[in-house]
């Protein structure tokens, strides 16, 4: 009788606790208490959010629009070939194995046009393209027929079907970078007996007018500095693979970095099938 007695004072206290009709207590309290708990929560968070939002606000006025405040890069850039290929392996009588290069070398000069350079400015040779205090920045030409044999102008097929193949060499863009000295592309063939090559511009130069590069909002009509390289294959290294290392050198960019091989280097190889 006892046990029995207890469930209904239970469910009785259990009911009282949810709501108390005689002191108007919701879960053990009264409306003006949950307002007050209710009122302090909003000003708490509030507070919390503005804070919040305040400390945003002050970050966002130390950062610069074109420039990033922190860069992961490396003060070397880096080097890259196009085609873009560990292997350029092709056969020189079928044009099916090498138009995906060649249409690369073209797609990749669709910016250089004549037409389109003729736009820009004509700059100082030899001298850095300062221009820090210039809202807008302008845009140092560099013409596509200025690489000649390697334009993609003459030869529509970039030497590939003379087996003569041409590559294009470029600096991965570091915003501010300014290379000291006279930079230049050389590249060598891993072998016993030199590999001759042709530069384009001649003796494979970067001219420092085209530095520095000012970010992609500051900077965004901004082209880089080509180097194209033509191999001269002859009979007897048809049918080899040649492995081709180059480099950028005469200025103090790194180039011989042995924890990172993409460090102002790049190494491809070639095999031309007659």
Same mark, same amino acid.
């Given at each position: 009788?006892?046990n029995?007695?207890q469930?209904?004072e239970e469910k009785?206290?259990l009911?009282?606790?949810?709501y108390?009709?005689?002191?108007g207590?919701?879960?053990?309290?009264?409306?003006?208490?949950?307002?007050?708990?209710?009122?302090?929560?909003l000003?708490?968070?509030?507070?919390?959010?503005?804070?919040?939002i305040l400390?945003?606000?002050?970050?966002? !006025?130390?950062?610069?629009?074109a420039?990033p405040r922190?860069q992961?890069?490396?003060?070397s850039?880096g080097?890259v070939?196009r085609?873009?290929?560990?292997?350029?392996?092709?056969n020189?009588?079928?044009p099916t194995n090498?138009? +995906?290069?060649?249409? !690369?070398?073209?797609?990749?000069l669709?910016?250089y046009?004549?037409?389109?350079q003729?736009?820009?400015d004509?700059?100082?040779?030899g001298e850095?393209?300062?221009?820090?205090?210039? +809202?807008?920045?302008?845009?140092?030409?560099f013409?596509?027929s200025?690489?000649?044999?390697?334009?993609?102008?003459?030869?529509?097929?970039f030497?590939?079907?003379?087996?003569?193949?041409c590559?294009?060499?470029k600096l991965?863009?570091?915003?501010?970078?300014k290379?000291?000295?006279?930079p230049?592309?050389n590249?060598?063939a891993?072998?016993?007996?030199?590999? !001759?090559?042709i530069?384009f +511009?001649?003796?494979g130069r970067?001219?420092?007018?085209?530095? +520095?590069?000012?970010?992609?909002?500051a900077?965004?009509?901004?082209?880089?500095?080509l180097?194209?390289?033509?191999?001269?294959?002859t009979?007897?290294?048809?049918?080899?693979?040649?492995?081709?290392e180059?480099?950028?050198?005469?200025?103090?960019?790194?180039?011989?970095d042995e924890?990172?091989?993409?460090?102002?280097?790049?190494?491809?190889r070639v095999?031309?099938?007659?």
């Amino acid at each position: 009788e006892t046990n029995a007695e207890q469930k209904p004072e239970e469910k009785e206290a259990l009911g009282d606790f949810i709501y108390n009709p005689r002191t108007g207590e919701f879960l053990g309290r009264t409306a003006s208490s949950w307002g007050l708990i209710f009122l302090f929560y909003l000003i708490f968070y509030g507070v919390l959010t503005g804070m919040f939002i305040l400390t945003i606000w002050v970050m966002l !006025q130390t950062l610069d629009d074109a420039v990033p405040r922190h860069q992961d890069r490396l003060a070397s850039p880096g080097l890259v070939v196009r085609p873009h290929a560990v292997e350029i392996s092709y056969n020189r009588s079928d044009p099916t194995n090498y138009n +995906p290069y060649v249409q !690369q070398l073209h797609d990749l000069l669709q910016q250089y046009n004549d037409s389109i350079q003729e736009g820009n400015d004509l700059c100082l040779v030899g001298e850095y393209t300062d221009q820090d205090d210039q +809202p807008k920045k302008k845009v140092c030409q560099f013409k596509r027929s200025n690489l000649r044999q390697c334009s993609g102008l003459p030869d529509a097929s970039f030497g590939y079907a003379e087996g003569q193949p041409c590559v294009i060499i470029k600096l991965n863009r570091v915003i501010g970078l300014k290379p000291e000295g006279d930079p230049y592309i050389n590249c060598t063939a891993k072998r016993n007996t030199p590999l !001759q090559m042709i530069y384009f +511009p001649p003796e494979g130069r970067l001219d420092k007018m085209f530095f +520095p590069y000012y970010g992609k909002i500051a900077h965004p009509d901004y082209v880089q500095p080509l180097v194209a390289v033509k191999l001269l294959l002859t009979k007897e290294d048809y049918n080899v693979e040649q492995t081709v290392e180059c480099k950028v050198e005469g200025s103090n960019l790194r180039n011989s970095d042995e924890r990172d091989k993409y460090l102002g280097r790049v190494t491809f190889r070639v095999k031309v099938f007659q």
